[in-house]
């Protein structure tokens, strides 16, 4: 009897932990291209549109479960460099000394635009000026400038003020003349409450679609820009509406990439290729931005002949 009883136990558990596998097995999602869990880092200033594109993703792809990590390239980039993170939503492409770490692992690094984006420059709505110009924005950032305009950026170690820093050719901010603070907000709020400051954001807010809007919006106005001679848009000032960066007349544009090193053929690469897709760039049409590649329209045109 003790026997039997043993026995009966033993069949009892055996059955209890293939039941407990199963169920195991059920909540695990295995990773594809369209399902399992993987993350990203962003540079905070898109954190708002890949917001965007990972709820839709999410509806096509329930399974899959897409965490971003955002902030500003020096809190981000380290992360990646040393290959905690793998992916990385960035507005310029990596220097080598960035993948000095994929390349010894062996790993293939894919980069692929999906948005262009612009550099908004705004003052308070009060002021006299409504233009500038490409070289007249450098000069303040030379420190030669002589028009007292002073320039205002989001963070010291932000992607703005980055891009202004290469494209003025610069190796050090002047010691006049260029202010940081600490996020987009504060510079909408500051030069909506002084004159003489002209603020640099990303375009993508002053769209009226963002969460969370600046209240400060309609304190501010945006400069119409001209692009330096022999360059596209030095025909006229440009503002930085969608238009204008698709067709590159706006000055300040820079391209929004995808960086995949994870180096498998899994969610990460789903995501990045659905960003490409059709679907995902109608998303960046809807945001404001450039998409990467603007959908053709096909008409079906039909002739009625009856009489």
């Known amino acids: 009897m003790r026997k039997a009883s043993v026995l009966a136990l033993a069949v009892l558990l055996t059955f209890a932990c293939i039941s407990c596998r199963r169920k195991a097995n059920k909540e695990t999602v295995s990773e594809t291209r369209t399902s399992g869990r993987t993350t990203i880092l962003v540079d ?59 390349k010894q692992k062996q790993i293939v690094i894919h980069t692929d635009r999906f948005a262009i984006d612009g550099l908004a420059l705004i003052v308070n709505s009060t002021d006299s000026d409504s233009t500038i110009t490409v070289k007249d924005a450098y000069d303040i950032m030379k420190g030669i400038s002589t028009s007292n305009k002073k320039l205002v950026f989001d963070n010291a170690y932000s992607s703005t003020i980055r891009y202004f820093i290469d494209s003025a050719e610069i190796k050090e901010l002047p010691k006049n003349g260029v202010y940081t603070l600490k996020n987009s907000d504060d510079v909408i709020k500051y030069v909506a409450d002084n004159k003489g400051y002209i603020g640099v954001i990303g375009v993508n807010w002053l769209l009226k679609n963002v969460k969370q809007s600046s209240p400060y919006l309609s304190q ?86 009856k009489k």
């Open 220 to 305: 501010v106005k945006t400069l119409a820009v001209k692009n330096e001679v022999g360059k596209n848009g030095s025909d006229s000032y440009y503002k930085p509406i969608q238009d204008n960066l698709i067709n590159g007349k706006y000055p300040f544009l820079r391209n929004v990439y995808v960086i995949n090193a994870e180096g498998t053929n899994g969610l990460g690469t789903g995501f990045a290729t659905w960003l490409s897709s059709p679907r995902g760039q109608l998303i960046v049409l809807k945001s404001g931005l450039g998409p990467h590649k603007v959908a053709e329209r096909e008409f079906n045109l039909k002739t009625n002949n």
């Open 44 to 102: 905070e200033t898109y954190a708002r549109i890949l917001d965007d594109q990972i709820e839709v993703f999410k509806s096509d792809y329930p399974s899959a479960t897409v965490t971003t990590i955002a902030g500003n390239e020096n809190e981000i980039m380290p992360r990646f460099k040393k290959g905690e993170v793998k992916m990385l939503i960035l507005s310029r492409m990596l220097k080598p000394a960035e993948q000095a770490f994929y």
